[in-house]
């Protein structure tokens, strides 16, 4: 079955840096693509950034755009997002997604929170 078991997440400064993993297993790892998503108290989730099969990133919250940067490592099958230059409003709950047919595929989430 598939699993996706993120780590990383906690507390940081604004301007700090955090990396965030997601362990994968279940499935062909390097056949799909990866994603990134977030979701802050009393808001919709947002793709934040997908990472394709040969990991480039790309990006889809203008928020994050030059702070943020997906990657993978398919002989590990882990997927990591970089987000550096923190601020507060990216404090969310983060998942990472995959999706195969017909069935979108969830972690658990990992906890973001920036503050001073």
């Known amino acids: 079955q598939v699993q996706l078991v993120e780590s990383g997440g906690g507390l940081a400064q604004p301007g700090g840096s955090l990396r965030l993993s997601c362990a994968a297993s279940?499935?062909?790892?390097?056949?799909?693509?990866m994603r990134w998503y977030r979701q802050a108290p009393g808001k919709e989730r947002e793709l934040v950034v997908a990472?394709?099969?040969?990991?480039?990133?790309?990006t889809y919250a203008d928020s994050v755009k030059g702070r943020f940067t997906g990657s993978r490592d398919n002989a590990k099958s882990t997927v990591y997002l970089q987000m550096n230059n923190l601020k507060p409003d990216d404090s969310a709950v983060y998942y990472c997604?995959?999706?195969?047919?017909?069935?979108?595929?969830w972690g658990q989430g990992t906890q973001v929170t920036v503050s001073s």
């Open positions: 279940g499935f062909t790892f390097s056949s799909y693509a």
């Open positions: 990472i394709a099969t040969a990991g480039e990133s790309l």
């Open positions: 997604n995959t999706y195969l047919y017909p069935v979108n595929y």
